[in-house]
């Protein structure tokens, strides 16, 4: 079975300082990876994905994610924070297609806060 | 194009009742897929849904049921309503078959946030 751990539930961070969000994925295959931003009482939005290929993914907003089978992680990354960022961030591990696998699992989420 | 709708965006019920939620994708998606919002449990996939069949189900009670109709619009319903249903329920749509099921990503709506008095 899938599953996703973000280890930090909460970050803070100044604006314009660099942000880095964890997340570690198990799964026995290759995995299709996600990262979502969700602002408070809206649904999720998709930052960027990964499936094959280069492992450095570029995403929307400014943000990118890396790729690394070897620690089976997939953390995501911003040179520079604005205080539009603050919300909260979930990664998620994808199955590929077939069988029963039509799921996103998601990691348990990391609430970020940006101070002026 | 328009994105995914979700209706109704607030509901309010009463323990015991029961409740349906509204679903439609992206045009041209055809699975649709939902899943269940608290605090303490996160994120958990309740069902899939493809052309009309449900492909996956999560571990949720079978008082949590769907359908999908042939426009690909879905339903999810909720029987014997209790307090700790109450939750933001996401719907996500995607195109659904061979590898370009996840070449798109889910595209997730606004929710219906549902409160268990």
């Known amino acids: 079975a899938q599953s996703v751990t973000q280890p930090d539930i909460h970050i803070t961070v100044s604006e314009g300082a660099s942000l880095e969000l964890r997340c570690n994925y198990s799964?026995?295959?290759?995995?299709?990876l996600f990262w979502y931003v969700q602002s408070p009482g809206q649904g999720l939005q998709l930052l960027l994905k990964?499936?094959?290929?280069?492992?450095l993914v570029q995403g929307i907003k400014g943000f990118e994610a890396e790729f690394k089978r070897s620690q089976s992680s997939f953390n995501l990354r911003k040179p520079s924070v604005h205080w539009s960022d603050a919300a909260e961030y979930f990664c998620?591990?994808?199955?590929?297609?077939?069988?029963?696998?039509?799921?996103?699992?998601f990691g348990k989420g990391t609430l970020l806060t940006v101070n002026p | 194009k328009a994105g995914v709708t979700q209706t109704p965006r607030y509901l309010i019920k009463t323990r015991g009742q029961q409740v349906t939620l509204s679903c439609s994708p992206i045009?041209?998606?055809?699975?649709v897929s939902w899943y269940q919002q608290t605090p303490g449990q996160g994120l958990q996939f309740l069902f899939e849904?493809?052309?009309?069949?449900?492909?996956n189900k999560g571990n949720f009670p079978g008082r949590f049921s769907g359908r999908q109709f042939s426009n690909s619009r879905s339903e999810m319903n909720v029987s014997t309503l209790e307090l700790g249903d109450s939750a933001l329920y996401l719907c996500?749509?995607?195109?659904?078959?061979?590898?370009?099921?996840f070449g798109v990503g889910y595209t997730f709506g606004s929710g219906t946030r549902l409160t268990v008095v």
């Open positions: 996500a749509s995607s195109r659904g078959e061979g590898q370009g099921n």
């Open positions: 045009s041209g998606h055809r699975s």
């Open positions: 849904y493809f052309s009309e069949t449900q492909r």
């Open positions: 998620a591990v994808g199955a590929g297609s077939g069988g029963s696998n039509y799921k996103l699992t």
């Open positions: 799964y026995g295959a290759t995995p299709y």
């Open positions: 990964y499936f094959s290929g280069d492992t």
